[in-house]
T-cell receptor, first 107, second 112 residues
Framework: GIQVEQSPPDLILQEGANSTLRCNFSDSVNNLQWFHQNPWGQLINLFY???GTKQNGRLSATTVATERYSLLYISSSQTTDSGVYFC?????????FGGGTRLMVKP | GAGVSQSPSNKVTEKGKDVELRCDPI?????LYWYRQSLGQGLEFLIYFQGNSAPDKSGLPSDRFSAERTGGSVSTLTIQRTQQEDSAVYLC??????????FGPGTRLTVL
């Protein structure tokens, strides 16, 4: 099956810093999603981005499907950005999730 | 409702008992998925329903797990003779076919 790898696995930032999270995948995909799992466990949709670039406030994402990677950019990080960020790919009937990047933003 | 809802939010049960978990998808979404997230882990696919088609059960870990979807809407995941390794958060998602998946808040299952 499809392999999804995320890096880094853990990240600690000072409030206000910028960061880039990476998602590499092993096969062509129908779509790709980025999620933020908050400390209460809720999965929040960030981007639905099978290709190209999208921006939403301080967050943006780019997927280069031909090179099988996606990047999530977080600018001017805030403590509320803390949590786990997952990318997930749909290559069939379900989403296959990466292992996540655990982000902690310190005040 | 506006989003996917799940009940109960928490369930504590004794080893060997059966449990039922419920998912109400977003109105109009034809596809429904169940996933499981063990402590500190990523999400693992369990089962997929699309309209009136036969479900994709390829992710179910054992024959103690089953799920049904009634009337193309509400779904129930049943775990029979629960084991301690079944302890996890069970998440439901729904989508229009092939589209963006939206997740419910999950049911945290603890098997003592």
């Amino acid at each position: 099956g499809i392999q999804v790898e995320q890096s880094p696995p853990d990240l600690i930032l000072q409030e206000g810093a910028n960061s880039t999270l990476r998602c590499n995948f092993s096969d062509s995909v129908n779509n790709l999603q980025w999620f933020h799992q908050n400390p209460w466990g809720q999965l929040i949709n960030l981007f639905y981005i099978p290709s190209g670039t999208k921006q939403n406030g301080r967050l943006s994402a780019t997927t280069v499907a031909t090179e099988r990677y996606s990047l999530l950019y977080i600018s001017s990080s805030q403590t509320t950005d803390s949590g786990v960020y997952f990318c997930a790919l749909n290559a069939g009937n379900m989403l296959t999730f990466g292992g996540g990047t655990r982000l902690m933003v310190k005040p | 409702g506006a989003g996917v809802s799940q009940s109960p939010s928490n369930k504590v049960t004794e080893k060997g008992k059966d449990v039922e978990l419920r998912c109400d998808p977003i109105s109009g979404h034809t596809a429904l998925y169940w996933y499981r997230q063990s402590l500190g882990q990523g999400l693992e696919f369990l089962i997929y329903f699309q309209g009136n088609s036969a479900p994709d059960k390829s992710g179910l870990p054992s024959d103690r797990f089953s799920a049904e979807r009634t009337g193309g809407s509400v779904s129930t995941l049943t775990i029979q003779r629960t084991q301690q390794e079944d302890s996890a958060v069970y998440l439901c998602a729904s989508t229009r076919a092939g589209g963006e998946q939206f997740f419910g808040p999950g049911t945290r299952l603890t098997v003592l």
